[in-house]
């Protein structure tokens, strides 16, 4: 086993612009700390400064081919300072700026420089961090991207992290670009984000191969120098909208080492939930490959709250992927204590228990797809969501003056971008709050293979899919598994044109799909029509908030009196729309709320709207027990492992298998995220006791990561052989607790 495919605790120190204040440190003093202070075994030093304006063109080590960073002089920043990293064991990367140049070097360079539609450059119209241009992984940039990384291997580091490079928003329109389009499709390049385009679609795979090609040029430069360096860059990300970077993690996984991101979660729009490692954690290993990202928050020199952090480390490692911490000097140099403290001890304790991290492979029966292809591709035929209504706002008690339509094609895939974030993230979070470990998936694995191993497959409006993909989930719900969908799910291809007849109709139980009901924020109802499983929450007549996006879809006939035993049953249905706000209820409308069957061996709940999203939005209570219900009833058995506690607290399970002992090894991880009702987090209740319920094998040992005590099981009395349930209980979580659940015949 290569030392990247083993535990990796990264960090990163930066001097910001003062990296001259390095030449004032006791170097050995200095590796010596991180070892024994951070636990780390793995650093980036700086080859090129990322902080210091455009300085990207600048190296901290002496090379003939490339400009040093002048503060520096003759003093070489990585040879002076890497063989005491290599006398403590510390792994060494190269940070390597690729992105942010100063204008005075994008003008010697001008050919390089990514430009808009216009023939402006980007760094004229949108200046990179208020200052600097960047460049065009198409032009002979790239070769000079190349040189750089070889000049820096030869330093004799392990390998580098790429920050950057991108082809942003609106690029690139550069002479390089156009003549390789054209060479590749025989057009001219088309307009930026222009969806009516159907070469606009050819312009999307560019960009992305585009950056897959580079990325694979940067690779094997590196391997001219040391076949067995190791490279990554931050790429990713799951946020909707992610395509304008054009780095689509599928593509750039094959030629990096980690997947990588940086995490920049942090009080605002994308911090609703104090769940963003764990989503990012999964998100990055669902590329197969080790996973790596940043715990920083955007205000480089303050650290995050000690809460906060402890938190961002365990939801890291509990779902297998690596912390990478990043400090600043300067905040050392205010709040040392603060910074280091959570680190130092998390570091320590993962440093002292690493073989209980190497290895692992998740246990989780339950696959959330996050689908590239929609995030790319999705853009909504239903003209009825494009239009907001309601009151929503006390603005004006005489006039509501907030109706509106979204004419333009950028502003509505906008809008769906935005629905197609807010649905994952709300399909996560609720999982998570109910107990029940689960995997994301990308669009590659939606293969019978794949999918086998798993009990229940949720589509969070999965819009765009193959009609392979299609087929796979198909001959999956037949063969027994669970299937939660919602929205859209499969309407669109993989490049988002609208099918003539819904190749999953059959599958949800819906016969036509007549169109979507005008979005109002509030005043809009769906009923409980019949009780059935995933309404046994719910008393008969009960109203629930409706879901600001549905469709009005036509069920397939079915039989509704006996709702256990139907093969198609509605027992949620919509409300007419009562139009205004403090109006009178008008009544049931024709169109169900909920559809749940069975298909062939399997279960299916699909959802004609975007239950997640407005989960997301309003965390009502009674669409989390509805989603948790419909997910449960999906599943068909318990789960293997169960805890009963609080919805804050997380639990992820992992396991280690022993072919040569004939056994394996469960890691129950239990992450208390209950603190305040808001980020930053900085306090925290503890939790006094976790039951957990351990169902279809025997322990043999249970104990306690954490202090190394056995925790005494017992077996639940009535339950038979096949169905025996074994209960635990850990005793006080404060932040995080991973109990060991040793299975050996």
């Not at 390998?159 to 942003?168: I, R, S, Y």
């Not at 780095?247 to 080492?257: D, F, L, P």
């Not at 191993?453 to 796979?472: E, F, G, I, M």
């Not at 997910?631 to 040569?660: H, S």
Request: glycine share 8%; aromatic share 12%; proline share 6%.
């Amino acid at each position: 086993m290569k030392w990247w495919e083993k535990p990796v605790r990264m960090m990163r120190l930066d001097y910001g612009p003062d990296l001259q204040r390095m030449r004032d440190c006791d170097l050995d003093q200095l590796a010596r700390s991180k070892k024994e202070e951070w636990h780390i075994n793995c650093e980036w030093v700086i080859g090129t400064p990322g902080v210091a304006p455009g300085l990207g063109h600048q190296t901290t080590f002496n090379t003939p081919l490339f400009s040093k960073y002048p503060a520096l002089g003759n003093w070489d920043l990585i040879r002076s300072y890497l063989p005491y990293a290599r006398k403590y064991g510390i792994h060494v990367l190269a940070y390597l700026n690729l992105h942010w140049y100063a204008y005075d070097f994008g003008e010697e360079k001008a050919s390089w420089q990514q430009r808009i539609e216009d023939g402006r450059t980007r760094g004229e119209i949108a200046p990179l961090y208020g200052s600097g241009t960047t460049f065009c992984v198409n032009t002979p940039w790239k070769e000079w991207a190349y040189d750089l990384i070889r000049e820096a291997m030869k330093t004799g580091i392990e390998g580098v992290f790429l920050d950057g490079p991108g082809l942003f928003p609106g690029c690139c329109y550069c002479d390089a670009c156009k003549e390789k389009f054209r060479e590749r499709t025989g057009h001219a390049l088309p307009s930026f984000e222009d969806w009516a385009d159907e070469l606009w679609k050819e312009f999307i795979f560019f960009r992305e191969d585009s950056m897959a090609d580079f990325l694979q040029g940067a690779q094997e430069a590196m391997h001219e120098i040391n076949p067995e360096g190791v490279i990554f860059l931050n790429a990713g990300s799951w946020h909707g909208g992610g395509w304008r970077v054009a780095r689509n993690m599928e593509k750039v996984g094959a030629y990096q080492n980690f997947n990588g991101a940086e995490s920049f979660f942090h009080p605002g729009p994308s911090a609703q939930f104090p769940i963003p490692w764990t989503i990012t954690a999964k998100h990055l290993m669902a590329g197969g490959k080790p996973a790596s990202h940043h715990t920083l928050g955007p205000w480089h020199y303050i650290p995050l709250p000690e809460i906060e952090e402890r938190l961002s480390i365990a939801q890291t490692v509990a779902n297998g992927a690596n912390p990478w911490f990043a400090v600043f000097d300067y905040a050392l140099d205010h709040s040392r204590e603060e910074a280091i403290r959570p680190v130092k001890e998390l570091n320590s304790f993962l440093e002292k228990n690493e073989e209980y991290y190497t290895s692992t492979e998740s246990a989780a029966k339950v696959a959330v797809l996050y689908s590239t292809q929609s995030s790319v591709f999705y853009l909504s035929r239903e003209e009825g969501i494009y239009t907001v209504g309601g009151s929503g706002e006390e603005q004006n008690l005489v006039a509501d003056i907030r109706k509106a339509h979204i004419a333009t094609m950028k502003k509505r895939k906008q809008l769906c971008d935005e629905m197609q974030n807010r649905d994952f993230w709300g399909a996560c979070y609720l999982l998570t709050r109910g107990h029940i470990p689960y995997d994301v998936i990308l669009d590659n694995q939606l293969t019978d293979q794949a999918l086998a191993r798993y009990k229940v497959l949720v589509l969070p409006n999965s819009a765009c899919l193959t009609d392979k993909q299609v087929l796979a989930i198909k001959r999956f719900v037949s063969r027994g598994g669970g299937l939660v969908a919602d929205f859209e799910t499969g309407r669109y291809d993989a490049t988002g044109r609208l099918r003539a007849d819904h190749p999953m109709a059959n599958l949800f139980g819906i016969s036509i799909v007549e169109g979507a009901m005008e979005p109002v924020p509030f005043e809009e109802y769906v009923k409980v029509k019949a009780q059935h499983e995933v309404t046994k929450s719910f008393g008969n007549q009960q109203l629930l908030a409706r879901p600001l996006y549905c469709l009005k879809v036509q069920p397939q006939a079915g039989n509704e009196k006996d709702a256990e035993k139907a093969s198609l049953a509605t027992p949620l249905v919509f409300m007419n729309s009562t139009g205004s706000f403090y109006s009178v209820l008008k009544g049931e409308s024709p169109y169900p709320a909920i559809i749940v069957r069975e298909y062939g061996e399997g279960r299916v709940v699909y959802f004609p709207h975007l239950l997640s999203d407005m989960y997301t939005r309003y965390k009502i209570q009674e669409h989390e027990k509805l989603y948790i219900n419909s997910i449960l009833w999906a599943y068909k058995d318990m789960q293997p492992i169960e805890v009963i506690g609080p919805p804050t607290v997380e639990l992820e399970v992992r396991k280690q298998v022993y072919p040569d002992k004939g056994g394996e090894r469960f890691l129950v991880h239990l992450i208390n995220n209950t603190g305040d009702m808001q980020r930053p987090i900085s306090e925290l209740v503890p939790i006094k006791e976790v039951k957990i319920y351990l169902r279809g094998f025997r322990p043999e040992k249970i104990y306690s990561l954490s202090s190394g005590k056995s925790i005494q099981f017992d077996r639940i009395e009535g339950c038979n052989e096949d169905g025996v349930v074994y209960s635990v209980t850990a005793s006080k979580l404060n932040i995080y607790e991973v109990i060991v659940v040793e299975v050996f015949p």
